[in-house]
């Protein structure tokens, strides 16, 4: 089992940039891939972004172009850059690490649930 913990929310205003932190430990195959979701009040929780064990990264249309994942596994550590945000970026978000990672709706369908998640940290962004 792997336990990962978020830090670096925050309240930011619209256009300003955060860059979210998760440190992971416990037993993280090789293959691990890491990825960021966020869920904001009301809605249903959404992936944002995955780095793979290869380091190779794919991100929601919506966040391409203003998010960066990273990570380093020589610090346990993932790290989510996002820029020009958005009140409508406004949620929790959420680290997680598994075999698969990424849009929870195709995990759904085909029977998959992810296993390690975070507890999540608030970002609000708002004038």
């Known amino acids: 089992q792997v336990q990962l913990v978020e830090s670096g929310g925050g309240l930011v205003q619209p256009g300003d940039s955060l860059t979210l932190s998760c440190v992971w430990s416990?037993?993280?195959?090789?293959?691990?891939?890491l990825g960021w979701y966020r869920q904001a009040t009301g809605k249903e929780r959404e992936w944002v972004a995955t780095i793979f064990y290869d380091m190779t990264t794919d991100y929601q249309d919506s966040m391409k172009g203003r998010f960066a994942i990273s990570r380093d596994n020589a610090k346990n550590t993932t790290w989510l850059q996002m820029n020009n945000l958005r009140p409508e970026d406004t949620a929790t978000y959420y680290c997680?690490?598994?075999?698969?990672?990424?849009?929870?709706?195709?995990?759904?369908?085909?029977?998959?649930?992810?296993?390690?998640w975070g507890r999540g940290t608030q970002v609000t962004v708002s004038s």
């Open positions: 416990g037993r993280t195959p090789n293959n691990y891939n």
């Open positions: 997680a690490a598994d075999l698969w990672v990424g849009s929870l709706q195709a995990m759904c369908a085909k029977g998959f649930t992810l296993r390690s």
